[in-house]
T-cell receptor
Framework: GAGVSQSPRYKVAKRGQDVALRCDPI?????LFWYQQALGQGPEFLTY????????KSGLPSDRFFAERPEGSVSTLKIQRTQQEDSAVYLC?????????????FGQGTRLTVV | AQTVTQSQPEMSVQEAETVTLSCTYD???????LFWYKQPPSRQMILVIR??????QNATENRFSVNFQKAAKSFSLKISDSQLGDAAMYFC???????????????FGDGTTLTVKP
């Protein structure tokens, strides 16, 4: 695709509900990142994939958060038993190669509101 | 752990004037990358400029330039000839260089909201 695509753009979940957020990276991009951005703050790292391998998940806030990228392309961030503090924008980014100075292209994010 | 601090929550500039956004960071690493991103209301983060820590020369991209002071751990962004389309939130970001095991993740500051007055 032309850019990183995230869906849905907006999600309202009732507390306790499970949600799944999808990220379609740019075709051929090896690296994929998930970030959480609370209102008025900068993005916070959640997890990082290189192809299908999850190399770093140190930013996942709890075991309710789970991310996967089974075929090294599309990734899904799943949040189980959502809580109000999970309300945030979830950003996905991808980059072509592994070298870390290459540009990461971001999607428009999914705004999750837990009520 | 690395930290990134943007001490100016809001800045404003007159159209066609110059503005400088501040960023400081804390790290014990010698090799890393620094970035400035722009985030308009659409939420999509757009790379403005990048700097490799091992390069002494300050990066420039058209109207955007940085003042990278490695010893002071400072990385400010200068926008010249400001345009209305520059209005957005600007984030400074730090990324560890490989082969560090933390390479890949970026640490962002809390952003500076830039207003451009016509």
């Amino acid at each position: 695709g032309a850019g990183v695509s995230q869906s849905p753009r907006y999600k309202v979940a009732k507390r306790g509900q499970d949600v799944a957020l999808r990220c379609d990276p740019i075709s051929g991009h090896v690296s994929l990142f998930w970030y959480q951005q609370a209102l008025g703050q900068g993005p916070e790292f959640l997890t990082y994939f290189q192809n299908e391998a999850q190399l770093d998940k140190s930013g996942l806030p709890s075991d309710r958060f789970f991310a996967e990228r089974p075929e090294g392309s599309v990734s899904t961030l799943k949040i189980q038993r959502t809580q109000q503090e999970d309300s945030a924008v979830y950003l996905c980014a991808s980059s072509l190669v592994i070298q870390m100075n290459t540009e990461a292209f971001f999607g428009q994010g999914t705004r999750l509101t837990v009520v | 752990a690395q930290t990134v601090t943007q001490s100016q929550p809001e800045m404003s500039v007159q159209e066609a004037e110059t503005v400088t956004l501040s960023c400081t960071y804390d790290t014990s690493e010698s090799d890393y990358y620094l970035f400035w991103y722009k985030q308009p209301p659409s939420r999509q983060m757009i790379l403005v400029i990048r700097q490799e820590a091992y390069k002494q020369q300050n990066a420039t991209e058209n109207r955007f330039s940085v003042n990278f002071q490695k010893a002071a751990k400072s990385f400010s962004l200068k926008i010249s000839d400001s345009q209305l389309g520059d209005a957005a939130m600007y984030f400074c970001a730090y990324r560890t260089a490989p082969p560090n095991t933390n390479a890949g993740k970026s640490t962002f500051g809390d952003g500076t909201t830039l207003t451009v007055k016509p």
